[in-house]
Nanobody, 127 residues
Framework: QVQLVESGGGLVQPGGSLRLSCAASGFTLDFYTIGWFRQVPGKEREGVSCMTYTDGTTYYADSVKGRFTISRDNAKSTATLQMNNLKPEDTAVYYC????????????????????WGQGTQVTVSS
């Protein structure tokens, strides 16, 4: 069964950090552009950060630039989103996604282009 499984969400105070992980099961991430997306109730899903598989080019939404870092480990078929200096407005369900296509990272994030979605993990930033 082909799936992505996220972990690492939770409750954190403003200014704190969380590390989200995404593990591929039933396939490998070697030739997949990957990304992290988030969604709050009543709003559309938005791209947070994406990364190519060709040269590791990254894209970050302006709202998270300088605070979040995306990475990937193709040997382990995992993707990670390190989130620092979290703000209440970062509260959302976070999803990892992957597409078996060589896309620009910005295109994947801005157009929400994926083949496979994870189930989502809740991140709540609150004091």
């Amino acid at each position: 069964q082909v799936q992505l499984v996220e972990s690492g969400g939770g409750l954190v105070q403003p200014g704190g950090s969380l590390r989200l992980s995404c593990a591929a099961s039933g396939f490998t991430l070697d030739f997949y552009t990957i990304g992290w997306f988030r969604q709050v109730p009543g709003k559309e899903r938005e791209g947070v950060s994406c990364m190519t598989y060709t040269d590791g080019t990254t894209y970050y939404a302006d709202s998270v630039k300088g605070r979040f870092t995306i990475s990937r480990d193709n040997a382990k078929s995992t993707a990670t989103l390190q989130m620092n200096n979290l703000k209440p407005e970062d509260t959302a369900v976070y999803y990892c996604g992957a597409i078996q296509f060589s896309l620009r990272a910005q295109a994947m994030c801005e157009d929400i282009l994926t083949d496979i979605w994870g189930q989502g993990t809740q991140v709540t930033v609150s004091s």
